[in-house]
């Protein structure tokens, strides 16, 4: 019932240092619709994924707690669908893609992506 509670009422979030990047990342590209956001989510089979049509981009913040630079290159990446990107479009963020580790654990990446405008 608690679990339920706390979804529903929305007291999962990202923490301070990720809510900080995804606005500075939804503040820093031109192309992203307004009103689109970016949410916390508990996902089932995935890290994060979009839904272009209603400007939401969804991560699960806490698989992604302890790996900065792949929280960043995960926003990076979904906002580009925001933006009308696709997958293979040529595109560097386009092209990423999170790797884990054996035990499904995910990886923290050496580098960040640069956020297109």
């Known amino acids: 019932m608690f679990f339920f509670m706390c979804a529903l009422f929305g007291i999962f979030a990202f923490t301070a240092h990720q809510a900080r990047m995804a606005r500075k990342i939804l503040a820093n590209r031109n192309c ?14 995935q ?3 979009t839904l272009p049509d209603t400007k939401t981009v969804y991560v699960d913040g806490d698989r992604l707690e302890s790996t900065p630079t792949t929280f960043h290159n995960v926003i990076v ?6 933006c009308g990107s696709v997958h293979g479009d ?4 386009m092209n990423y893609a999170v790797h884990l580790f054996q035990n499904g654990s995910v990886m923290d990446d050496e580098r960040r992506i640069l956020v297109p405008k």
Do not use: M, N, Q
């Not at 040529?90 to 963020?93: D, P, R």
């Open 32 to 45: 992203i619709p307004p009103f689109s956001r970016v949410v916390d989510a508990v996902l089932k089979d």
């Open 47 to 49: 890290i994060a994924f």
């Open 77 to 82: 990446h979904e906002t580009s669908h925001l």
């Open 90 to 93: 040529g595109s560097l963020a």
